[in-house]
């Protein structure tokens, strides 16, 4: 019923950037939360930001001031603009939606990530 795509993923030199974005199409009515999680190898997925249809954000603290998390409700897009990469930002990216569907039902959804990968 519904889709979450990602794009914008990769290779990326230690102080580089990159922006993934996820754009949700399906039977939406409305998307409460959009945000993005990451899991590096041998770790747990972690919360990186996330954004409310209001537009308040949060961030994990080892993103903050480095990463900036916004989103078109237009087009039911999220977007994650990645500043000073550091290696230890390398792991596969998830976007999530905290969707309401058409026919009123509420859950979570996630896409299927991209790798991103922070290394000289």
């Known amino acids: 019923q519904v889709q979450l795509v990602e794009s914008g993923g990769g290779l990326v030199q230690p102080g580089g950037s990159l922006r993934l974005s996820c754009a949700a199409s399906?039977?939406?009515?409305?998307?409460?939360?959009m945000g993005w999680y990451r899991q590096a190898p041998g770790k747990q997925r972690e919360l990186v930001a996330h954004v409310t249809s209001g537009g308040s954000t949060n961030y994990a603290d080892s993103v903050k001031g480095r990463f900036t998390i916004s989103r078109d409700n237009a087009k039911n897009t999220v977007y994650l603009q990645m500043n000073s990469l550091k290696p230890e930002d390398t792991a596969v990216y998830y976007c999530?939606?905290?969707?309401?569907?058409?026919?009123?039902?509420?859950?979570?959804?996630w896409g299927q990530g991209t790798q991103v990968t922070v290394s000289s």
């Open positions: 399906g039977s939406i009515f409305s998307i409460e939360i």
């Open positions: 999530y939606g905290d969707i309401i569907l058409t026919s009123r039902s509420r859950t979570y959804y």
